[in-house]
């Protein structure tokens, strides 16, 4: 069977090129003599392959020399925990914007923690839109603010970054890091977990403002003590190695492709174009509020749950698969990140347009 295109929220589609290599190099890795899946995290080649994909992290995502970057297992979920474990650090208050279901249940995690105050929810128009918020909007002696930077199950991305003053902001990036510019140093921490645009699930990256690290109680797990990991480069214990090493092949992959910056002018094509077939259809509607709207997750349905169900299974008939929307939403989403070809969003929106056609 020929490679279909998979427009999966997560694990989804990876680099082409990435695989291929990868898969060339499965069983000997340059002159190691064997896989990268069976090196010491301790051996000089894993120490290259590592210290790379932090150089190239940095340089793609332009982190500032004053944030620790990491890598870290248990997907972005294990963050909900050790962002309120490492960041509660005076007043013991966190305020979050919920705009999803990760945010909510982030927020629901951080309850554990301390003391938390839902700034602003956009869960009663079921998370079509981004509230806008300013600094008024914060506890002054909050100890960080939350965002979920785009919503992977509703389609909605921050158009704006909040502005905290001197709050630390928090940024789960898990479905959009690498697709767009970002000034870094606007926030104390993100994290994003790999599965949605740059690697195996598990695998979480994590960028932190130093002066951030240090501060979790002396009864935080080891585990998820920033400053273990921190004070490490992340090899406390062994990391999930084989993960970062396909991580580095697409941050290669997004640099030789011309950086984050090439990307996100690509993203905003590709969702552009797939946004006006929905706008100008007669059939299909987004539901999210136009200038909130994800470059990763496309979301729209017919109206008629039938109807979108035939939709989902006539597209995968044509190698267009996974375009069934969130078990909890319905309808559709594409989900086209970096690794969606252009092409598959071409071919998607044809298969719209002769959809509509035979559906009036
Ligand atoms: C997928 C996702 C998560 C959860 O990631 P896991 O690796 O499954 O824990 C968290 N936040 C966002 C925005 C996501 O899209």
């Known amino acids: 069977m020929e490679r279909v295109y998979n427009f999966s929220a997560g694990p989804?589609?990876?680099?082409?090129?990435?695989?291929?290599?990868?898969?060339?190099?499965?069983?000997?890795?340059?002159?190691?003599?064997?896989?990268?899946?069976?090196?010491?995290?301790?051996?000089?080649?894993?120490?290259?392959?590592?210290?790379?994909?932090?150089?190239?992290?940095?340089?793609?995502?332009?982190?500032?020399?004053n944030y620790k970057v990491l890598f870290l297992q248990g997907g972005g979920s294990t963050q909900f925990a050790m962002v309120p474990l490492n960041l509660m650090r005076n007043s013991k208050k966190a305020d979050y914007i919920v705009t999803g279901q990760w945010a909510k249940k982030a927020m629901t995690e951080a309850k554990k923690f301390g003391d938390i105050r839902v700034a602003a929810?956009?869960?009663?128009?079921?998370?079509?839109?981004?509230?806008?918020?300013?600094?008024?909007d914060f506890r002054e002696d909050a100890d960080y603010v939350y965002i979920t930077a785009n919503n992977t199950i509703y389609?909605?991305?921050?158009?704006?970054?909040?502005?905290?003053?001197?709050?630390?902001?928090?940024?789960?990036?898990?479905?959009?890091?690498?697709?767009?510019?970002?000034?870094?140093?606007?926030f104390g921490l993100i994290f994003a977990g790999a599965?949605?645009?740059?690697?195996?699930?598990?695998?979480?990256?994590?960028?932190?403002?130093e002066d951030l690290i240090g501060h979790?109680?002396?009864?935080?797990?080891?585990?998820?003590?920033?400053?273990?990991?921190?004070?490490?480069?992340?090899?406390?214990?062994?990391?999930?190695?084989?993960?970062?090493?396909?991580?580095?092949?697409?941050?290669?992959?997004?640099?030789?492709?011309?950086?984050?910056?090439?990307?996100?002018?690509?993203?905003?094509?590709?969702?552009?174009?797939?946004y006006d077939a929905i706008d100008s259809s007669s059939l299909f509607k987004c539901?999210?509020?136009?200038?909130?709207?994800?470059?990763?997750?496309?979301?729209?349905?017919?109206?008629?749950?039938d109807l979108d169900k035939k939709f989902v299974a006539e597209a995968k008939a044509q190698g267009l698969v996974n375009l069934g929307g969130h078990r909890t939403v319905g309808g559709m989403r594409a989900s086209i990140y970096n690794a969606m070809p252009e092409e598959g969003v071409d071919a998607l929106i044809a298969f719209m347009n002769k959809f509509e056609a035979e559906n009036k």
């Open 12 to 65: 989804s589609m990876l680099p082409l090129e990435v695989l291929e290599k990868a898969a060339k190099e499965m069983v000997n890795y340059g002159e190691a003599g064997m896989s990268v899946m069976e090196m010491s995290h301790r051996s000089k080649d894993f120490d290259n392959i590592i210290k790379e994909a932090e150089a190239l992290f940095r340089e793609l995502m332009n982190v500032p020399d």
């Open 155 to 186: 389609g909605t991305r921050y158009p704006y970054i909040p502005d905290t003053g001197d709050i630390p902001l928090v940024a789960d990036m898990s479905s959009n890091i690498l697709s767009q510019e970002y000034d870094i140093s606007k």
């Open 121 to 136: 929810t956009s869960e009663p128009d079921v998370y079509t839109y981004i509230p806008k918020l300013s600094k008024e």
């Open 195 to 209: 599965q949605k645009n740059f690697g195996p699930a598990g695998l979480v990256v994590v960028a932190i403002r």
């Open 216 to 274: 979790a109680a002396d009864n935080c797990p080891t585990m998820l003590n920033y400053k273990t990991q921190a004070d490490n480069d992340s090899l406390y214990n062994t990391p999930p190695t084989y993960s970062i090493y396909i991580a580095k092949l697409v941050f290669e992959w997004v640099k030789s492709k011309g950086g984050v910056k090439a990307m996100q002018e690509i993203n905003e094509r590709k969702a552009a174009k797939l």
């Open 287 to 305: 539901p999210v509020n136009k200038e909130d709207r994800s470059l990763m997750n496309v979301v729209f349905v017919t109206g008629d749950a």
